[in-house]
Nanobody, 124 residues
């Protein structure tokens, strides 16, 4: 059974940092492309960042480019999202997702597995 468990969310002031983690189980993690998405109240889930199966290719939404960094440690079956320079508009529930693929994937509909989400709140 595939499980993705996010952690690391919380309340932070604008300009602060958080590191989200997503631990995977029930999958051959090294064969999976991973992504981070977020959903704010009243809005659709949107792409944030993605990384390919071997970690040498990453993509970011324009809104987070230069502030967020996605990375993976296959020995820990974990993908991370380092978030710096947080803004109030980054407030959302953050989800990680997995897809058995060699390429980096940005489309929500293409991912097979999702975590339960972790809340990030940025105060002004």
């Amino acid at each position: 059974q595939v499980q993705l468990v996010e952690s690391g969310g919380g309340l932070v002031q604008a300009g602060g940092s958080l590191r989200l983690s997503c631990a995977a189980s029930g999958v051959t993690f090294s064969a999976y492309a991973m992504g981070w998405f977020r959903q704010a109240p009243g809005k659709e889930r949107e792409f944030v960042a993605a990384i390919n199966w071997i970690g040498d290719t990453t993509l970011y939404a324009d809104s987070v480019k230069g502030r967020f960094t996605i990375s993976r440690v296959d020995a820990k079956n974990t993908v991370y999202l380092q978030m710096n320079g947080l803004k109030p508009e980054d407030t959302a529930i953050y989800y990680c997702a997995a897809k058995r693929s060699r390429v980096v994937i940005t489309a929500t509909r293409l991912y097979d597995y999702w975590g339960q989400g972790t809340q990030v709140t940025v105060s002004s």
